[in-house]
């Protein structure tokens, strides 16, 4: 319970820093997650967008 009260008192000081860095790591492994699982990747979308 310690960490959580730790994790709130810098979400309150820097809030927008924070979203930021969780955002972006959060989209990563997304994309990495359905890589793996799905066999979609960043690259092979941007096609599929452009063959249609």
Known sequence: ???V????GFFR?????????F???GSA??????NEE???S???FKNFWIKQ
């Open 23 to 25: 955002g972006f790591y």
């Open 5 to 8: 009260s730790i994790l709130k």
């Open 42 to 44: 960043a690259y092979h």
């Open 13 to 21: 000081k820097n809030s927008k820093i924070y979203i930021l860095l």
């Open 29 to 34: 492994f997304l994309v990495l997650f359905l």
């Open 1 to 3: 319970m310690e960490i």
């Open 38 to 40: 799905f066999g979609i």
